[in-house]
């Protein structure tokens, strides 16, 4: 049953083929005169001139720019800052990430702290409401995280060993230039991170103690079935058009909300996970992998129902005499089989990770609320965090 909500998609999706050179044309019309392009310093924008093409066109639309990279995985509050200082000193009016969810976190924070007098940091750790920020705009050429659409940006500060998130409206981009010829370069890994990426951000949408199924879910399920048909396929034929163009959408659905109103979510998996980011610097993509099936393991038997319908939409794993237990177990095998299937890790050993900093890792995790725990479906306190983390050894 549909909870009350409030959404609003504030960005503007331009995509197709060599979009990305509209990109001086679309912001003089907003009458942006001064840019900072934000990215990794990944050898794809030197790649048949990306980057210095983009200020080019930005420069011959009477727009200045300046240039900032070292963007890393799992994106640094240094840099952030660094970012922060240049805007202010130069009167930077706009951010440009060319890029992924690293760069466009990054981007993001840049904006709103460019406009705040405080830590920016304060933002994450304390919660502190966000009333401001700079506009921002993405040339994607990443799709994983959906930051490209998303209220969300995720920083790591290094020095505190914490991964946090502030999410707001007003941080959501205002334009993205989606070219999925952009991503034809992308190495295999990657595009499986991302893939699993995308998977994991409906699941936490998907897994929820609701009982009803409603358009959200099957919604839902349509997106999560796509990406199990044309994950591997994508790894196959690496520059194939449609290929490129369902994963790039799909990224944004799938962290947009959009199959996540009027309803409780999870985000167990994702909390969990992203302390192996902040401890070991592991990609998001491998951490969801390593974690999503102990995660299933320890929760399914509290809703099996729901697993059991996620086994037979998306699994196409047969009701017809299996009770709703045998058929969400399958359904979990099914899940770590596909992410095995992209070359990706389902355990600690997999990624040769350490399993010595358990407790130093549920320190950092914000268990909440009277009953000091996180996740949405099932309720999970630090033992029970303890026990999913075990399971994923």
Known sequence: MFRDFNICIDTNFIFGRNVHQRVGEE???????TVLIHHDNGPFLYKDNLLE????DLNNHGIQTFELGGVLPNPRLSLVYEGIELVRKKGISFILAIGGGSVIDSAKAIALGAVNDCDVWEFFYAGK?????LPVG???????????????????NVEKGEKLLVSSPVIRPKVVFMNPELTYSLPGFLTACGIVDM???ICERYFTPEDEIGVIDRMAEGILKTLVEIGPKVLEEPSNYLYRAEIMWIGSIAHNNTVGVGRV????THEIGNELSAMYDTPHGATLSIIMGAWMKYVYEKKPGRFARYAHEIFDVPLDGKNTLEAAKEGIYCTETYFKSLGMPVSFGDFKLPTDHIEDMLDKIAFRGEDKSIGGIVRLNRADVRKIYEMAF
Do not use: C, M, R
Request: glycine share 10%.
């Open 27 to 33: 912001l003089k019309k907003t009458g942006i005169k």
């Open 53 to 56: 093409g983009i200020k080019e």
């Open 129 to 133: 409401a966000v009333e401001s920020s």
């Open 138 to 156: 993405v040339v994607l050429t990443y799709p994983a995280t959906g930051s490209e659409s998303s209220a969300v940006s995720v920083v790591n």
């Open 199 to 201: 998977f994991s951000h």
């Open 265 to 268: 979510q999870d985000w167990g």
